[in-house]
């Protein structure tokens, strides 16, 4: 049996649901696509595809059989890219990890990158959990922080500034707090990520580290989206990065209070695993995003 070809056999049907799509993706017979993932069943002895007269669907070997298909089978067109004249010409799945708010500095981005290398498919994830790169068949992830994962490589893509925002609406009944030591007296929403116990700490200049843990707070979110629905609906005032207030900012949504409190920013970091050959799609990703990543304007730069 041509194992390998079983192998896209099966990815194929099982990502379209048919042997009669994968057989026109592959430019085979649809009976030849069902014998080939057939013959494979037979050789591993599990069933990977249920039949049906209408559909085809995953079993729950299928399922756990195919995602290490497919990192197999992008790894190998990731080698004949690499020594092939392909690579003068990146394209292929490049997926990738973001926290859930990438979207508002990355998708802004996405045109020109789109312009400049079309043959390159974006699969994006947003998500705040820390993905096993690995293991859930990621090439890259962006993160906030320094990396400490030592299995890592890691290249600084660019940083936000924070900042300290509340509704037009809380502010008139609150007031608007002249200096730091006034935050004891306000409603503070906190980030938590999600798989920390306690909220991220605020860094205040001139006050401790661990004095806003004693500020009033009558909310935590793992989520900055969450956090920022929060302020506009006039809960408190809550720290966010300043590409996730622009918006409400200039529509008078929020209203930012103590600019130069906050004592520090952050950096978004790009990681990929330190054993993994770094592929053409994903080095021209890197370099584009080190040369046009400005998350405080929105990832316009490079419109």
């Given at each position: 049996?041509?194992?390998?070809?079983?192998?896209?056999?099966?990815?194929r049907t099982a990502d379209a649901r048919s042997?009669?799509?994968?057989?026109?993706?592959?430019?085979?017979?649809?009976?030849?696509?069902?014998?080939?993932?057939a013959r494979l069943e037979a050789e591993l002895?599990?069933?990977?595809?249920?039949?049906?007269?209408?559909?085809?669907?995953?079993?729950?070997?299928?399922?756990?059989?195919?995602?290490?298909?497919?990192?197999?089978?992008?790894?190998?067109?990731?080698?004949?890219?690499?020594?092939?004249?392909?690579?003068?010409?990146?394209?292929?799945?490049?997926?990738?990890?973001?926290?859930?708010?990438?979207?508002?500095?990355?998708?802004?981005?996405?045109?020109?990158?789109?312009?400049?290398?079309?043959?390159?498919?974006?699969?994006?994830?947003?998500?705040?959990?820390?993905?096993?790169?690995?293991?859930?068949?990621?090439?890259?992830?962006?993160?906030?922080?320094?990396?400490?994962?030592?299995?890592?490589?890691?290249?600084?893509?660019?940083?936000?500034?924070?900042?300290?925002?509340?509704?037009?609406?809380?502010?008139?009944?609150?007031?608007?707090?002249?200096?730091?030591?006034?935050?004891?007296?306000?409603?503070?929403?906190?980030?938590?990520?999600?798989?920390?116990?306690?909220?991220?700490?605020?860094?205040?200049?001139?006050?401790?580290?661990?004095?806003?843990?004693?500020?009033?707070?009558p909310l935590v979110a793992s989520n900055m989206?969450?956090?920022?629905?929060?302020?506009?609906?006039?809960?408190?005032?809550?720290?966010?990065?300043?590409?996730?207030?622009?918006?409400?900012?200039?529509?008078?949504?929020?209203?930012?209070?103590?600019?130069?409190?906050?004592?520090?920013?952050?950096?978004?970091?790009?990681?990929?695993?330190?054993?993994?050959?770094?592929?053409?799609?994903?080095?021209?990703?890197?370099?584009?995003?080190?040369?046009?990543?400005?998350?405080?304007?929105?990832?316009?730069?490079?419109?």
């Amino acid at each position: 049996m041509d194992r390998l070809a079983a192998l896209t056999a099966f990815v194929r049907t099982a990502d379209a649901r048919s042997f009669a799509a994968a057989a026109r993706t592959l430019g085979l017979s649809p009976s030849a696509i069902g014998k080939s993932v057939a013959r494979l069943e037979a050789e591993l002895g599990v069933r990977l595809l249920q039949r049906t007269t209408r559909s085809v669907s995953l079993t729950a070997e299928g399922a756990l059989f195919l995602e290490p298909c497919r990192r197999a089978l992008d790894a190998l067109a990731e080698a004949d890219l690499a020594v092939g004249a392909l690579a003068s010409s990146p394209r292929g799945r490049l997926r990738l990890s973001l926290p859930t708010i990438g979207y508002r500095f990355l998708v802004p981005l996405m045109p020109g990158f789109a312009r400049l290398y079309p043959d390159i498919r974006l699969d994006l994830d947003f998500s705040d959990r820390m993905v096993d790169l690995v293991e859930e068949g990621f090439d890259a992830a962006i993160r906030s922080g320094v990396p400490a994962d030592s299995r890592m490589v890691a290249r600084r893509i660019g940083g936000f500034r924070m900042v300290l925002c509340a509704a037009p609406s809380y502010l008139a009944r609150a007031g608007t707090p002249r200096g730091v030591d006034d935050l004891s007296a306000h409603a503070c929403l906190r980030f938590r990520q999600a798989s920390a116990a306690n909220p991220q700490p605020w860094v205040l200049r001139g006050m401790a580290a661990t004095a806003a843990d004693a500020f009033p707070t009558p909310l935590v979110a793992s989520n900055m989206e969450a956090l920022r629905a929060a302020a506009i609906a006039g809960l408190g005032i809550a720290a966010m990065p300043r590409f996730l207030a622009a918006e409400a900012l200039s529509q008078d949504a929020l209203t930012e209070v103590l600019p130069e409190a906050l004592a520090e920013g952050g950096d978004f970091w790009l990681v990929w695993p330190s054993n993994r050959h770094l592929s053409p799609k994903l080095r021209v990703f890197v370099d584009f995003l080190v040369a046009n990543f400005d998350a405080d304007q929105r990832g316009m730069k490079a419109q």
